[in-house]
């Protein structure tokens, strides 16, 4: 037996099964994304917010939602976890933490943090029907 072709063979399927975690966790982090989408309030009108009595805006109905995005993040990804942040872009909306997480008068609409609770078995779902379709190519 050829010991030195089996272990590269074997170093060929756990580097096929590495590469499958970056898709699949794409795959989970899609959902989530469109559904915080889905959950970002809009206004109406075009709105203002105030911090310590500053004025800012002002900002377009639907800003909020189009700001947030998802990233692949290579510092908190590893050879066999790939991770992806969701989240909205602070220059774009700067009162999404406000509206997120709330204030002492005003009360939170965490969009993010639902999109993810709600989504957790489709999520599941989808990673593994996509890691299975990566490793199986």
Do not use: C
């Not at 203002?48 to 995005?69: A, E, H, M, T, V």
């Amino acid at each position: 037996m050829n010991v030195a072709a089996f272990k590269e063979g074997l170093r060929a399927e756990v580097d096929k099964l590495h590469a499958a975690n970056r898709p699949a966790a794409q795959a989970g982090a899609q959902i989530i994304y469109e559904r915080a989408r889905l959950n970002a309030p809009v206004s109406d009108e075009s709105h203002f917010f105030y911090i310590r009595g500053q004025k800012y805006g002002p900002y377009p109905p639907g800003n909020l939602r189009d700001s947030i995005y998802q990233v692949y993040s290579k510092e908190n990804s590893f050879k066999d976890v790939s991770t992806y942040h969701i989240s909205f872009n602070k220059t774009e909306a700067p009162y999404g933490f406000i509206v997120h997480n709330g204030t002492s008068k005003t009360p939170a609409d965490p969009f993010i943090s639902k999109a993810v609770v709600e989504t957790r078995a489709e999520v599941r779902t989808a990673i593994k029907a996509r890691y299975l379709e990566e490793v199986n190519k």
